[in-house]
């Protein structure tokens, strides 16, 4: 079946430093979703991107959806502690209907 | 902001017994889905549903499971006859542009 990976599992960085999480389907995607959980939390919708090779930026964080629909990164620049969580990207079935979630990067930030 | 509610946000049962989980999706959204999460680990898509129906459900969502929208405004999951292995956070999520997760039901099953 269907399948969503994510790179690293585990990210540990300085406060101030980069940090990216990489996602590959083993599918292509219509699109792919981030989302940001924090501990104990909810996942919280951060952005889709549709069109292969986007590139979209929310302050801090750039998305990027890869050529080939299949892969799909999140950078956080200069990182802060209120960035601590794990970040999933999710990408549709053939149907849309269902979603498939990345296995996740969680993200430890040191002050 | 609009949110998506979760009602109980714990529950305990013993295994064996029927639980529902509720939920209050945002109003003017279209489609609705449920997702479980084991502790520690990815966020799992059970079933989907658009239009008073189920539009896909993953393999997890057996006959053990059913989804309802008994009055336009909840959107309930019921599991019957509990197991261990069904403790995990249930999320509820609505669509529309975007994607709002409630803040999830934490049921334990003992």
């Known amino acids: 079946g269907q399948q969503v990976m994510q790179i690293p599992q585990y990210q540990h960085v300085q406060e101030g430093e980069d940090f990216t999480t990489y996602c590959n389907s083993s599918?292509?995607?219509?699109?792919i979703q981030w989302y940001k959980q924090r501990p104990g939390g909810h996942p919280v919708f951060l952005i889709q991107?549709?069109?292969?090779?986007e590139v979209k930026k929310q302050k801090r964080l750039t998305f990027q959806f890869g050529e080939a629909k299949k892969n799909s990164s999140l950078h956080i620049t200069a990182t802060q502690t209120t960035d601590v969580g794990t970040y999933f990207c999710a990408g549709p079935s053939n149907t849309g209907n269902q979603f498939y979630f990345g296995t996740g990067t969680s993200l430890t930030v040191i002050p | 902001e609009p949110e998506v509610t979760q009602t109980p946000s714990h529950q305990v049962t013993q295994m064996g017994q029927e639980v529902i989980l509720r939920c209050v999706p945002i109003?003017?959204?279209?489609?609705f889905y449920w997702y479980r999460q084991i502790l520690g680990q990815k966020v799992e898509f059970l079933v989907s549903?658009?239009?008073?129906?189920?539009?896909?459900k993953s393999e997890i969502f057996d006959d053990q499971f059913s989804v309802e929208r008994p009055d336009g405004s909840n959107f309930t999951l019921k599991i019957r006859s509990t197991k261990l292995e069904d403790s995990a956070m249930y999320f509820c999520?609505?669509?529309?542009?975007?994607?709002?997760f409630g803040s999830g039901t934490r049921l334990t099953v003992v």
């Open positions: 549903f658009y239009n008073n129906e189920i539009s896909e």
């Open positions: 991107l549709v069109k292969s090779g």
């Open positions: 109003s003017n959204h279209l489609y």
């Open positions: 999520s609505s669509g529309g542009l975007g994607y709002t």
């Open positions: 599918t292509t995607l219509s699109n």
